[in-house]
């Protein structure tokens, strides 16, 4: 597993790698603007500050392994700057046994995280019991089904065929959750899915020459083939059935009416007119 976390930061210093980082900094900060609480945690990638947009006063950067080696590759590498070099990390665990209590944190931001899970289940079994109701959880990862997956699934074929040979386009980190699967353990736990979207249209190539040849698909691909990016990027909701949030004490009181309620009056217009003028006996019975 340690291999795999040094090739995914030597893959994030890459062309494509950069790629791909910036437009998830951009969905992360879109995301976590608005979301408010007093308690957050990111969990890996200290490459991507997911928090950074966030304004709750409690932040936290939660490394696994990552800890040991994907801080030696950030500076050999030279992929992050001197911002994200000095970020502090405040906690050593892996995502399968976070030491919080249970419903304690607001918001839980997992770049890529699922991907380098020893078991991505159970990870987020832990994240639905650290969350709050209510409480949200951020995730990207790579999309299997996309220009990208194709190329990747095309390299093992030829590994397997080869004995080894052959180069990967994407960092070797096993098998790739793809987003149906992902959302459907989503809903096991009652996370419902709040938001999602996909990105990154451009074809598998390594330059920055060529990505930036190809920069038009990106457009077209949010119109014509959305489900195809080579990434993807969700916002889920902690959702507790049964569950009644309680109002303000002032809100349950009963307010006092400021009138008296008028009475409707039994008696037709008509007649009360008659009455009035002498002609006729208003009739009561």
Wanted: net charge positive; charged share 20%; with cysteine.
């Amino acid at each position: 597993m340690s291999d795999q976390i040094i090739g995914l930061h030597h893959w994030f210093d890459s062309p494509p790698g950069r790629y791909l980082l910036a437009w998830e900094q951009a969905r992360f900060d879109e995301a976590v603007a608005d979301i408010f609480g007093y308690h957050s945690l990111q969990l890996g990638m200290p490459l991507l500050d997911g928090l950074r947009a966030n304004r709750m006063p409690h932040q936290w950067l939660g490394l696994g392994q990552e800890a040991v080696h994907g801080s030696i590759a950030c500076v050999e590498n030279g992929a992050g700057d001197d911002a994200l070099q000095r970020r502090p990390v405040n906690l050593l665990a892996e995502p399968v046994a976070l030491p919080f209590a249970a419903a304690s944190l607001d918001l839980l931001v997992l770049p890529h995280t699922l991907e380098l899970s020893i078991d991505p289940h159970a990870a987020l079994r832990e994240v639905e019991r650290v969350l709050v109701p209510e409480g949200r959880v951020v995730i990207s990862g790579l999309n299997p089904t996309s220009l990208w997956g194709l190329r990747q699934w095309r390299a093992r074929m030829v590994q397997r065929v080869s004995g080894g040979k052959g180069t990967l386009y994407l960092p070797d980190v096993g098998e790739f959750i793809g987003y149906r699967r992902l959302r459907d353990w989503l809903r096991l736990l009652s996370f419902e899915v709040e938001s999602a979207r996909f990105g990154c249209y451009r074809p598998a190539v390594r330059s920055t020459q060529w990505l930036e040849r190809f920069d038009f698909m990106d457009p077209w691909g949010e119109r014509w083939w959305p489900i195809l990016g080579a990434a993807y990027f969700l916002v889920a909701v902690k959702r507790v059935h049964g569950m009644r949030l309680l109002e303000p004490a002032w809100r349950s009181g009963r307010q006092r009416s400021a009138a008296t309620v008028p009475v409707a009056n039994r008696v037709a217009p008509a007649q009360i007119s008659r009455a009035a003028t002498g002609t006729d006996k208003i009739d009561r019975t």
